[in-house]
Nanobody
Framework: QVQLVESGGGLVQAGGSLRLSCAASGRTFGVYGMGWFRQAPGKEREFVAVISWSGGIIHYADSVKGRFTISRDNAKNTVYLQMNNLKPEDTAVYYC????????????????WGQGTQVTVSS
């Protein structure tokens, strides 16, 4: 099993920045990539970004491209999501997820999920 713990969420004003962290532990050997998803109340969970542990594969949702940056520290088994120029529509619970597949951008392609961290962006 892989355990994922998110942190760094909070309340921020529109235009502000926030950095989320996701620490992975357990059987991470077979994990190919780490992704970030988000879910607003009453809405489906949506893909935000993904990065392979090698760092060679990175994908962003169009809605966050240019504003969010995903990165990883393999030595710490930690993935980060730097969120800049935040907008009220970014408000959601953000989840870290691990995939053993290639090029995973869909929720059903991820094998492990964190509990989530709340991000609230005020107007």
């Amino acid at each position: 099993q892989v355990q994922l713990v998110e942190s760094g969420g909070g309340l921020v004003q529109a235009g502000g920045s926030l950095r989320l962290s996701c620490a992975a532990s357990g059987r991470t050997f077979g994990v190919y990539g780490m992704g970030w998803f988000r879910q607003a109340p009453g809405k489906e969970r949506e893909f935000v970004a993904v990065i392979s542990w090698s760092g060679g594969i990175i994908h962003y949702a169009d809605s966050v491209k240019g504003r969010f940056t995903i990165s990883r520290d393999n030595a710490k088994n930690t993935v980060y999501l730097q969120m800049n120029n935040l907008k009220p529509e970014d408000t959601a619970v953000y989840y870290c997820a691990a995939t053993m597949s290639l090029g995973a951008t869909m929720t059903n392609e991820y094998d492990y999920w964190g509990q989530g961290t709340q991000v609230t962006v005020s107007s």
